[in-house]
């Protein structure tokens, strides 16, 4: 793997294809023993983690639906203030098991905000699934429940990852030089 120019900034190979693959596999495996009768429903947070959500829910083999919301609170390197309901939820979710996919969660600040008003909508249980965890970065509080891989407090790029809008469309995730 080679590094990568993405606008301004340089990255360096970080996470292969193939490792990260291996700890999607790790988690549908998880999923389909945890959720065995529940047909649970995977809520995936645009944009970020629309690969993330594509690779594991092809290994969901139990009964399962997937929806999508987009939540944003992020420009450039840094999380702007506010979070936005740019795409709101369409699926009923009361009773209903939820498992929120998120691409990465940096300082919590988006699920914190977010979580209250699902809840409201009574689901049954809510769980946060996530890809990777930047544990140093948290600010708000956010219980993670099944995390792929734990990454230091540096910015990533790729497999749905963006700088800017851009980056995204890569296999591999890479790592601010
Ligand atoms: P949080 O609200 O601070 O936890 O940030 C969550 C959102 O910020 C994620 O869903 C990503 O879209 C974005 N984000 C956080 N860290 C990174 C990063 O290192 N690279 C790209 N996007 C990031
Ligand atoms: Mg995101």
């Given at each position: 793997?080679?590094?990568i120019k993405?606008?301004?900034k340089e990255f360096v190979p970080y996470l292969s294809e193939k490792e990260i693959q291996e700890k999607i596999t790790v988690l549908a495996m998880q999923l389909n023993k945890d959720y065995a009768?529940?047909?649970p429903i995977f809520l995936s947070i645009l944009n970020g983690s629309?690969?993330?959500t594509a690779d594991l829910f092809k290994q969901i083999t139990i009964e399962a639906e997937v929806c999508?919301?987009?939540?944003?609170?992020y420009k450039g390197m840094s999380s702007s203030g506010n979070v936005i309901t740019a795409i709101g939820l369409e699926a009923n979710v009361s009773g209903r098991d939820i498992i929120i996919l998120e691409d990465i969660i940096d300082t919590g600040k988006t699920l914190h905000h977010y979580l209250p008003q699902l809840l409201s909508s009574g689901p049954a249980s809510v769980k946060i699934a996530v890809l990777l965890n930047?544990?140093?970065a948290l600010q708000f509080?956010?219980?993670v429940d099944y995390t792929c891989f734990d990454i230091p407090n540096k910015f990533v790029v790729g497999y749905g990852l963006d700088y800017d809008g851009l980056g995204r469309n890569s296999k591999d995730i890479y790592q601010l030089k």
């Open positions: 793997m080679n590094s993405v606008l301004d009768g529940k047909r629309f690969l993330f999508f919301i987009k939540l944003a609170s930047k544990k140093e509080p956010v219980q």
